[in-house]
């Protein structure tokens, strides 16, 4: 997707992630946040990695995440994308006297490298990662993103894509499953700057993955985006929303073997046109996540030999 198109995709996205986003995960994050806030004694330094265009810090203003009562919000915005972080920087460019905002033009791999030469630079009491995590290889990331956290720092870790895309009104149950399955298999596939990155089941492998890099889940639930129209109607900027969607599956799909080309292109102009008739509903599976992090990681333990549960 071209950089504007993508800008204007994130802007897009941001009420079908708020109408997402687990409420309970979140509440249990506000009363913990705000708890490390009355004990810090100082401002509360806070790190989102993917932060795209800044929605999250928009939201988390809207939903009052942060006692501004307490000692101040140092907020950095990390993004390998500085055009994003552009947007990031105009959108919110009148922040709230207790909020001190930082923006960091890199790759998240850089950041943690660049970091590690410094050992005495401050870590983070909480970090932010949405709808990024499923673009990354866990394995290697989630120990490198550890490393910047305090050892009583916070996480939250939101839309984690979880193996489901669900569209609807079928057009044909047996083709439209063959797109799904081919969909998640370049999820499952893609490889970024010669590293593995993601997959289309990141949502449930971290219940693994978090514990064995050192991040205690304290709240976890669905977060999962439902878009409908209402009278032939979406909501906000969401058929927009739809289109991106439809474009990158078609984008991703073109060439692909298991599918017949013209049969895919019937397919795509059929999603559009419901799209235009505000017929088509877009479910995607997807997770979050709050905890605390533990001072030492703890490998979850393989089963014993021999036991089994069924
Ligand atoms: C799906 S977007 C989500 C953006 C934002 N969190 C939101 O939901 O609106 C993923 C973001 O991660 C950024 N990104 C992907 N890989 C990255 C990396 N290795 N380091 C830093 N940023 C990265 C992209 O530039 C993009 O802005």
Excluded: C
Excluded at 237 to 242: G, R
């Amino acid at each position: 997707m071209q950089i504007d198109a993508f800008i204007r995709y994130l802007i897009a996205k941001r009420t079908v992630d708020d109408r997402a986003l687990n409420r309970v995960v979140w509440s249990q994050l506000v009363d913990a946040v705000r708890a490390q806030q009355r004990r810090l004694l100082r401002p509360l330094r806070a790190l989102e990695v993917g932060a795209g265009v800044g929605a999250m810090v928009e939201r988390v203003l809207e939903w009052r995440l942060f006692d501004p009562d307490a000692d101040g919000v140092e907020y950095t915005l990390l993004d390998g994308e500085p055009a994003l972080l552009a947007v990031a920087q105009e959108r919110l460019s009148e922040p709230p006297a207790w909020l001190r905002l930082a923006y960091a033009p890199i790759n998240v791999f850089e950041y943690v490298e660049q970091r590690a030469k410094y050992p005495t630079a401050p870590r983070y009491d909480l970090l932010l990662a949405h709808a990024f995590l499923d673009l990354l290889d866990l394995s290697t990331a989630l120990p490198l993103l550890r490393s910047l956290l305090t050892d009583d720092g916070l996480f939250y870790f939101t839309i984690n894509f979880d193996g489901a895309t669900l569209l609807e009104p079928t057009i044909d149950p047996a083709f439209d499953a063959a797109v799904e399955a081919a969909y998640h298999r370049t999820m499952d596939e893609r490889i970024i700057d010669g590293r593995p990155s993601g997959d289309s089941r990141t949502g449930r492998h971290l219940f693994t993955q978090l514990p064995n890099a050192g991040f205690e889940i304290r709240s976890a639930g669905a977060s999962d985006w439902v878009v409908y129209g209402v009278n032939g109607k979406y909501p906000a900027e969401e058929a927009h929303f739809l289109h991106a969607i439809v474009d990158t599956m078609h984008a991703a799909l073109s060439n692909d073997p298991t599918l017949d080309p013209s049969r895919f292109e019937a397919w795509i102009a059929q999603r559009r046109a419901q799209i235009e008739r505000g017929e088509l509903v877009y479910i995607a599976h997807q997770l979050d996540f709050f905890g605390v992090v533990t001072s030492t990681p703890t490998p979850r333990r393989l089963a014993s030999p021999g036991f089994r549960t069924t």
